[in-house]
């Protein structure tokens, strides 16, 4: 799982130097058909991963579900929205209000799954499976633009994700399937050529069996990788996956203005940002590893509130005697 979310992520920086770069100098063969292609599958993939974890994140306690998700989720949406909005110089009391409303920066990930979580714990005795189906059906009545019907589309890969968590089992036994398996590719390949061709299939529910069909492939295969180096770099990355998420774009976008202030900006600029994209969230998430420097790690989480220990009443009576 670690290393389908590093893929997923490393995906996401792909995605942002491309666009990064188009915006300033124009197309970008190759890679904006590339990016075209997997558009219809990242997020919901991402979404798909953190559904996994909400079986056992609801098996808590209240005050530990929560505080879980405000030191590790709403923290780190909140002191980098406030970075983000500092750094492009639009901090307004608007902007500022939206954080918590509409999300105005490329965070919108994090605040779609801090309302996920907000609704999955009372939700937790209904069927992740039923969640997830009225989410879909809420999609296909909802327009097509707008943040509700990219939220109702992705909710229900979450909540699919906590389904599936469940029920591993049954599966694995159904992608295990040659027919089932062939099927999820042609599915998946199909929606990601209509993407390429133009076709409006994003966050679209008609369209869902497309990234459905790309999950049962990627489940496939990631579970057979072989143990190396590669996979542990990728596991690495998917264990730090919200540095890599909040980090990535400040690094491409300084880097690109750069080039563009000296006249160097072009096309081959590409393989420079996608190692500033990819190298100062690394060494960001490498420091924030080792636990030994509490102003990195206030970056990212509150740790004084994720790790507050509980004193429980016995303990009170036994220490009172």
Request: glycine residues 10%; hydrophobic residues 60%; positive net charge.
């Amino acid at each position: 799982m670690d290393s389908l979310r590093g893929v997923a992520i490393l995906l996401v920086v792909v995605l942002h130097a491309g666009e990064a770069l188009r915006v300033a100098v124009g197309p970008t063969p190759g890679l904006d058909q590339v990016n075209l292609f997997l558009e219809p599958f990242r997020m919901p993939v991402l979404m798909f991963l953190s559904g996994i974890l909400l079986p056992r994140s609801v098996a808590k306690s209240g005050r530990e579900y929560f505080a879980g998700k405000v030191s590790m989720v709403a923290w780190p949406y909140l002191l980098w929205s406030l970075i983000i909005l500092a750094a492009s110089g639009d901090i307004s009391a608007g902007r500022l209000a939206e954080i918590a409303y509409l999300s105005p920066t490329y965070l919108w990930y994090l605040w779609f799954i801090l309302v996920f979580y907000a609704l999955a714990y009372p939700l937790r005795r209904v069927p992740p499976l039923v969640v997830a189906g009225a989410a879909l059906a809420l999609r296909l009545v909802l327009p097509d633009a707008g943040r509700p019907g990219t939220m109702a589309f992705l909710a229900a890969f979450f909540f699919f994700g906590a389904w599936c968590a469940r029920h591993a089992g049954l599966v694995e036994r159904a992608i295990g399937k040659p027919w089932v398996l062939a099927l999820a590719a042609a599915s998946a390949v199909t929606v990601g050529v209509l993407n390429v061709a133009g076709r409006d299939v994003l966050y679209r529910g008609e369209f869902v069996w497309g990234a459905v069909g790309a999950l049962g492939v990627v489940c496939w295969i990631f579970p057979r990788l072989r143990a190396n180096r590669a996979t542990a770099a990728l596991e690495f990355v998917g264990r730090y996956s919200i540095v890599f998420y909040v980090v990535h774009l400040g690094p491409i976008m300084v880097t690109l203005a750069l080039a563009d202030a000296v006249g160097l900006a072009g096309t081959w600029l590409l393989p420079l940002l996608l190692v500033v994209g990819v190298g100062v969230p690394l060494g960001l998430a490498w420091v924030y590893s080792t636990r030994e420097h509490a102003s990195v790690d206030l970056l990212f989480e509150l740790p004084a509130l994720k790790r507050r220990p509980v004193v429980t009443a016995p303990a009170v009576r036994r220490s009172g005697a």
